[in-house]
């Protein structure tokens, strides 16, 4: 009896014990809780609504699941148990705040990190004394997901080097295959390839539909396209050559080598292509002709590429695909992004969630969900990873329908493509197989899906897989914050940048152009760039200003955030409207003061060196301000706009260099004043096939000059969109009159106008 009753007492005591830790560590998660929440609400109040909700969502995910100011104040309603969100108070988007005001935000948040960490390093050791392994150590792993640095929490946990960090041998395993991929990519974009014209090549599609062409071949690819578009299609195989190149290194698997067993078509016109679908008569005609920019005939993958950006993206996504040799939508298509993503670190062959958007005005998320940056994605998928629920399961993944891709299902395919491929790239292919097998067999069943997964990888779920998923993309620890390098929005806040914000704005509205704003999200690259710029004093030409070596501190995706960003070297807000009548010369810094299609912009200025990011925000404007637009204005006849008739050939760099030496004029140190049609958007121009310029002097000469499009990789003669008419010797003084004509809306368009060069 007394054994028992003795027994009785030890449960007792055991239970009380058990329901006083979880007690504590409950009143510690509160306390964790209070702190985040006081600092968001002061980056909410201070005008920094994008930062405050990645806080306030940490404080749900981390510490409260049920934290009523953190859900309210991101604009949510408690309904029952659940949280949803509130019509009457939609969480804003926007950045209001300035430099001056955002600046202290970073220290205080640094000062934030710490105070966690070690809030945590007292629970960890107080369970460490207690003989809690299970406790402590999560709480060690709470101290690195906070501070970097922490020799006692790597200690503790028995971490393994890695790359200078410490970190889980499975971040051994993310950390190696990731940057194995990293100098695969680096070393294959300067690794050339042969390619040639080939005439004894035949594409029985294009015959069909009696489509003129010219085809392309490399040692394992054919590419079919426009005629006018040679160079670009032999560059497009180059890039399909050094991706085959990439796979090998991302994938255990080899492809058989030899010759590829698919052709490629890239048409620009979209006309062109929809005459190939119809003389093919290829199923659901209807619904391709409405949705579709891409289309399998026989052994011919035909896309609709309106750019070369596009053409680029479709080569590279093509390799990336078959190599793979997924089948189902949602891992065929992640794939595809997560290659186009890591090479090129943008996207423009996807079809956006129109259903969404239906008789609806896009909202701030819409639009980036359409953009093209993948630095825009990757922003999209840390919010996506804090959510509590983590977004979009990975079981849903199986049954995406091409038909109908969400954007949600979108970001979260590519971005859980992009982790596990970097962990190991079979467990892809196991997923991929598994969701073929399912649609063969019309089962639509997640649960069944996930239960066919684990028995063919015993040990791994994917709940596990989805909980990895969101500790890679949230940066749980420092190793995986290593892979990712982001710098945080909160980094890219700079004094003095708001002031250039709104002398960009007013140089905007002298042009008649909608005013931007500006995100502190979209200027990390900004920072990263400046700081580049600013170790690397001596560079200054287009070339130089435009690009980044590694060689020289710069990374690879920073060489092509580089290409199409504004920069100033010797910025002076005393002298900012001088600087932008000077830009007003160079054509791919004048579209950013003209195009209407910029709706957010970043920035950063680090002493004199002012660097802007007009590319991640571009988005389709309101009606009222929408359409293409031409520089010098059209309709105007008054000869009241003044240019010098040429421009340094050393201000534009070796882009403009290449069109003289091109057209029989090398060596020359000026070409004339460039006339610009602005399409704005994020694909590319696609009037390409109709599209004229014609120029006359003062006497009614016929100017000589050259159509130009967005194909370029120097920002001071190339944008997104833009299509700039190059007069080839300067412009004679007097009056200049030109007429831009193009087919749309089903007739000829016209644009025409008049100026006077000096």
């Known amino acids: 009896m007394m054994h028992r009753t003795f027994l009785s007492a030890l449960c007792a005591t055991s239970i009380l014990a058990t329901a006083a830790a979880q007690n504590e560590e409950a009143d510690f998660n509160q306390r964790q809780a209070k702190t985040l929440n006081a600092f968001a609400k002061k980056a909410f109040d201070k ?21 009523a100011d953190a859900w309210t104040s991101l ?22 705040g300035s430099g001056a005001e955002g600046q202290p935000l970073k220290s205080a948040y640094e000062t934030l990190k710490k105070d966690l960490a070690n809030q945590h390093r007292q629970q960890a050791e107080k369970y460490s004394k207690a003989g809690r392994a299970d406790r402590a150590n999560h709480h060690w792993q709470m101290v690195l997901r906070w501070v970097d640095n922490d020799e006692q929490a790597k200690k503790a946990l028995e971490y393994v080097e890695i790359g200078g960090l410490s970190g889980t041998d499975l971040e051994k395993t993310l950390y190696e295959r990731s940057k194995a991929v990293e100098k695969a990519i680096e070393t294959q974009s300067k690794t050339d390839y042969e390619v040639k014209q080939v005439t004894d090549v035949k594409c029985e599609p294009l015959d069909v539909a009696q489509v003129k062409y010219v085809s392309v071949k490399s040692q394992h690819f054919t590419l079919h396209g426009d005629p006018d578009q040679l ?34 078509a890239c048409l620009t016109a979209k006309e062109t292509y929809h005459q190939i679908l119809k003389a093919n008569q290829v199923p659901d005609l209807a619904w391709k002709l409405e949705h579709g920019a891409s289309d399998q005939i026989g052994r011919t993958e035909i896309t609709n590429t309106d750019g070369v950006q596009v053409l680029l993206d479709a080569c590279v996504r093509n390799v990336a695909q078959d190599y793979s040799g997924f089948g189902s939508t949602g891992f065929r298509e992640g794939i595809g992004h997560t290659f186009v993503g890591q090479i090129f670190n943008n996207n423009r062959l996807f079809a956006i969630d129109r259903k969404r958007q239906e008789g609806t005005s896009a909202s701030e998320e819409d639009r980036e969900f359409q953009s093209p940056d993948f630095d825009v994605w990757k922003n999209l998928t ?14 849903m993944l199986a049954f995406c329908d091409a038909a109908n891709f969400p954007n949600e299902e979108r970001i979260k395919a590519w971005s859980f493509c992009d982790y596990v491929m970097r962990r190991d790239p079979e467990l892809l292919r196991t997923l991929d197989r598994i969701a073929q097998e399912m649609k063969a067999a019309r089962l639509k069943q997640p649960d069944e ?6 028995e063919k ?6 709940p596990q897989l989805d909980k990895e998923w969101e500790d890679f993309w949230t940066g749980a ?20 940048a708001d002031k250039w914000i709104e002398a960009f704005n007013a140089a905007r509205k002298e042009h008649e152009a909608t005013p931007v704003r500006w995100s502190a999200n979209f200027s990390a690259r900004c920072k990263e760039h400046a700081e580049y710029l600013k170790k690397n004093k001596p560079l200054r030409t287009p070339a130089e200003l435009h690009t980044e070596s590694v060689e020289l501190g710069g990374t690879y ?13 010797s910025a002076s807000i005393g002298n900012s409207k001088q600087m932008f009548k000077k830009w007003m010369y160079l054509p791919g810094y004048r579209d950013a003061l003209v195009n209407n299609s910029i709706l957010t912009v970043g920035a950063f200025l680090d002493g004199d060196v002012l660097v802007i990011n007009v590319t991640s925000g571009i988005g389709s404007p309101d009606k009222a301000n929408a359409g293409i637009r031409c520089y010098p204005p059209a309709n105007d006849q008054s000869n009241s706009i003044i240019f010098e008739g040429e421009v340094a050939v050393t201000d534009l760099g070796p882009e403009a260099e290449a069109i003289l030496k091109k057209n029989g004029r090398e060596g020359k140190k000026t070409i004339g004043f460039p006339l610009t049609l602005h399409a704005g958007g994020t694909g590319g121009v696609g009037i390409r096939g109709s599209l004229k310029c014609s120029v006359v002097g003062p006497k009614g000469d016929p100017i000589e000059g050259v159509l130009v499009y967005d194909e370029g990789r120097v920002r001071t003669t190339t944008a997104p969109g833009m299509v700039t008419f190059w007069p080839l010797d300067p412009l004679p003084k007097g009056k200049i009159s030109f007429i831009w004509t193009w087919d749309g809306n089903g007739s000829q368009q016209v644009a025409k106008g008049a100026f006077t060069a000096k």
């Not at 005008?47 to 934290?67: C, E, H, S």
Request: charge should be neutral.
């Open 47 to 67: 005008g920094f609504p994008r930062i405050a909700k990645v806080v306030w969502m940490q404080t749900i995910k981390l510490y409260d699941a049920d934290n």
């Open 477 to 496: 620890s420092p190793v995986m914050k290593a892979i990712l390098n982001n710098t945080p929005p909160l980094n890219a806040i700079s004094k003095g």
């Open 457 to 462: 990888h015993p040990g791994i779920t994917l």
């Open 231 to 264: 160079d670009n299609l032999m560059n497009a195989l180059r890039w399909a050559e050094r991706t085959l190149e990439v796979c090998k290194v991302a994938f255990p698997w080899q492809y058989q080598d030899g010759e590829w067993p698919s052709e490629w």
């Open 75 to 96: 604009g949510n309603v408690k309904i029952g148990s659940s949280w949803n969100p509130d019509p009457k108070r939609p969480y804003p988007t926007q950045d209001t």
């Open 382 to 395: 840390l919010e996506m990873a804090w959510k509590v629920t983590g977004g979009v399961p990975a079981k």
């Open 557 to 569: 995706n920073g060489a092509l955030f580089a290409e199409m960003a504004l920069v100033e070297t």
């Open 449 to 454: 899906f996930e239960k066919r997964f684990a």
